[in-house]
C-alpha cells in the first residue's frame, strides 16, 4: 500500500470542523484587523470597497492581463496554424522561428530596448557554452559565469546605454517611460534556461564520448515530462535557433513555471501530446480564469495582507499586534503569496497546455498539504525545486552529501532572488529547520510508523510547526527582514506567547494537515493524480 495514515472518515469528520473554524476565525480577525486601521497601499475598488493595491507586481500584471489574454489568443492561433501547414521534418524548425519572432516581440513590449541588452547576454553565454562544451571545467566555468553575472546584475542594477556612451543615455529615458518590467528583474528566470540548455548539451556530448549512446525514441503518450526532461537530443538540435526559441518561448517567457530545454524540445518537434485531452486542459483554463482570479480579488478586497506587511508606512500596525494577530498576519501574508504566484503560474501553464506543451504545475498542493519542510519547497516552485535537483543538487553529489548540498542549494536559491542580507538570513532559517527535520525522516521514514494510531497525529504537530515557522520566515525573508526579527525577539518571545504558538500549531493548523493526509492517503489507493 505504501505511506498510508489509516485515517478514518470519522475523524475527518470531525477534524473538518476544527480547520475550518480556525481558518474562517483567522481571515475574519484579519480581516478586521485591516479594516481597523487607515491601511496605506489601498485604494477604492469594487463597489467602493477598499483593495490591497500595494504590490507592484501583480499590480503590473492585472492592469496588463486583458492585454495578455488577447496576446494569446493570436500567439496560440499562429502556432496552430503552423502545425497544420508543417509536416514532421519541418514543423520543428518552423515553431523555432515562429517562437523566436513572437517572443522577441512579446519581450520588446514588455522591456523596450532592454531587450538589446537581454540578447547581447544570452549570446554571450551561448559562445561561451558553445566554445567551452568539451572543456573539463565547463559545469564549473558555467556556474562561476553565471555567479558574476548574478551579481554584477544587482549591484549595477543592471546596464544601461550609458554605459556604452552618453549619446546613447535617451534610449535609457525612453527604455525607463515605456517599459512594464525592468530587463534585469526578468533575467534571472532567463538565466535558468541558459543553464538548462549548457548543461543539457554537455551531458548529451558527454555521454556520446564515453560510448553511452542510446537510441532516442519519439515521444509517446506514456511518457511523462520527468521522461522527457532525461530524454537527450540529437547533438544537431542544440543550436543557436533551438536555444533562442527555448529561451523566448512567450507561454513561459516572463513568469514560467521553468521547464529543460530537453523537455521542451522533444515536445517542439512532435506532434504534440499535451493538449490531447481537450476536456481536462479546458477545466485548468476555466479554473485558472475565472474561479481563482475571481477568488482572489475577494481575498484582497476583504483584507490587505501584503500592504500591512511589507510596507513600512504600515509597520505601526504590525507592530502593535498582539502574538496570535501577528501570526495571523504572517500567515494570512502567506496565504496572499501562495495565491499570486499560483494565479501567475497557472495562466502562463494553461497558455503552454494549449499550444500542446506540457510543464510542471507549481503549486500542486496547499500550504496545509505539506507535512515537512522539503515537501513544502518542492510543491511551492515546483519547476523550480525540479530545476534545482537536475542541475545543482544531483551534480553536487544528491543525498549522499544531502546535509551540505541544502545550504549550497538555498544559498543559491536566496542570491538568485536578490543578493540581500535579508534572503541570506532566510536561506539560514530554512536550512536550519531542515537539518532536524532530516534527522526525524531518516528515523521516521519506515512503513511500520504508518500502522501506529499516534503517528499521523505526531506528523500533524510537526507539520503545525512547520507552517508556523514558514510564515514566519517568509514575513522575514521577503517583507520585513531582520527588524521583524529584533521585533519578534524583543516583545514575543516569552512563555504565554510559546504557548499560544504551540497551540495554534496543534489545533489549527495540525487538522488542516490531517485533512491533507487525507488527500494524499486517497491518492495513493485510487492512485489517481490529477494532471493539470
Known amino acids: 500500500m505504501g505511506k498510508d495514515f489509516n485515517i478514518s472518515k470519522q475523524l475527518i469528520y470531525t477534524l473538518i470542523s476544527t480547520a475550518v473554524i480556525g481558518e474562517i476565525a483567522s481571515i475574519i480577525r484579519f480581516c478586521y484587523i485591516s479594516k481597523s486601521y487607515h491601511v496605506i497601499g489601498t485604494s477604492k475598488s469594487w463597489f467602493g470597497i477598499m483593495k490591497d493595491t500595494s504590490d507592484y507586481q501583480w499590480n503590473a500584471y492585472q492592469q496588463n492581463l486583458w492585454t495578455i489574454m488577447l496576446f494569446q489568443f493570436f500567439c496560440l492561433l499562429g502556432s496552430f496554424i503552423i502545425k497544420k501547414i508543417s509536416n514532421n521534418q519541418t514543423q520543428l524548425k518552423n515553431l523555432q522561428y515562429f517562437n523566436i ?54 549591484i549595477l542594477d543592471g546596464f544601461n546605454f550609458k554605459m556604452v556612451s552618453n549619446h546613447l543615455e535617451i534610449l535609457d529615458q525612453i527604455q525607463k517611460e515605456q517599459q512594464q518590467i525592468q530587463w534585469h528583474r526578468l533575467f534571472n528566470l532567463v538565466l535558468l534556461r541558459i543553464i538548462s540548455f549548457s548543461l543539457d548539451h554537455y551531458w548529451a556530448v558527454q555521454e556520446i564520448e564515453k560510448n553511452q549512446i542510446k537510441h532516442i525514441s ?71 480564469y475565472i474561479l481563482n482570479l475571481l477568488t ?12 500591512i506587511s511589507n510596507l513600512k508606512e504600515n509597520n505601526h500596525i504590525w507592530q502593535s499586534l498582539s502574538f496570535y494577530d501577528f501570526h495571523v498576519m504572517s500567515f494570512v501574508n502567506l496565504i496572499f503569496i501562495w495565491y499570486k504566484f499560483m494565479i501567475i503560474w497557472r495562466i502562463s501553464r494553461a497558455w503552454a497546455l494549449i499550444d500542446g506543451i506540457d510543464v510542471p504545475e507549481n503549486m500542486n498542493r496547499c500550504i496545509y498539504n505539506n507535512y515537512n519542510f522539503s515537501g513544502f519547497w518542492r510543491s511551492w516552485h515546483r519547476s523550480f525545486n525540479q530545476w534545482l535537483i537536475r542541475y545543482l543538487y544531483i551534480p553536487l553529489g544528491g543525498s549522499k552529501y544531502k546535509a551540505l548540498n541544502i545550504w549550497i542549494v538555498f544559498l543559491f536559491v536566496a542570491f538568485w532572488h536578490d543578493f540581500k542580507a535579508d534572503l541570506f538570513f532566510w536561506a539560514l532559517l530554512i536550512c536550519l529547520a531542515l537539518l532536524p527535520e532530516m534527522a526525524a525522516m531518516y528515523f521516521f521514514n519506515k512503513e511500520k510508523y504508518y500502522d501506529y494510531w499516534w503517528f499521523k497525529y505526531v506528523v500533524a504537530v510537526a507539520a503545525g510547526f512547520q507552517i508556523e515557522v514558514m510564515s514566519l520566515a517568509n514575513f522575514i525573508g521577503f517583507g520585513q527582514g531582520k527588524d521583524c526579527l529584533n521585533h519578534i525577539y524583543e516583545k514575543y518571545f516569552n512563555l504565554d ?36
Request: hydrophobic letters at 50%.
Open 101 to 154: 519572432i513572437i517572443g522577441m516581440m512579446f519581450s520588446f513590449v514588455a522591456m523596450s530596448f532592454g531587450v538589446i541588452f537581454q540578447f547581447v547576454v544570452l549570446m554571450i553565454f551561448y559562445i561561451l557554452q558553445k566554445y567551452l562544451i568539451n572543456f573539463k571545467y565547463f559545469v564549473l566555468s558555467l556556474w562561476t559565469f553565471v555567479m558574476v553575472f548574478l551579481y554584477l546584475n544587482e
Open 218 to 288: 519519439a515521444l509517446n503518450s506514456e511518457q511523462n515530462y520527468q521522461d522527457l526532461v532525461k530524454q537527450r537530443q540529437e547533438l544537431p538540435e542544440y543550436n543557436l535557433f533551438a536555444y533562442l526559441a527555448y529561451i523566448y518561448y512567450a507561454p513561459l517567457f516572463i513568469t514560467g513555471p521553468t521547464v529543460t530545454f530537453n523537455a521542451f524540445n522533444a515536445q517542439l518537434k512532435q506532434k504534440q501530446q499535451a493538449n490531447k485531452n481537450i476536456k481536462d486542459v479546458i477545466i485548468y483554463v476555466l479554473r485558472v
Open 296 to 307: 482572489f480579488e475577494i481575498f484582497l478586497h476583504i483584507c490587505y495582507p501584503n500592504a
Open 497 to 532: 506567547c510559546m504557548i499560544i504558538f504551540i497551540l495554534v500549531a496543534i489545533f489549527r493548523n495540525g487538522s488542516g494537515v490531517i485533512l491533507g493526509l487525507y488527500v494524499r492517503q486517497k491518492e495513493e489507493r485510487t492512485k489517481k493524480i490529477k494532471k493539470y
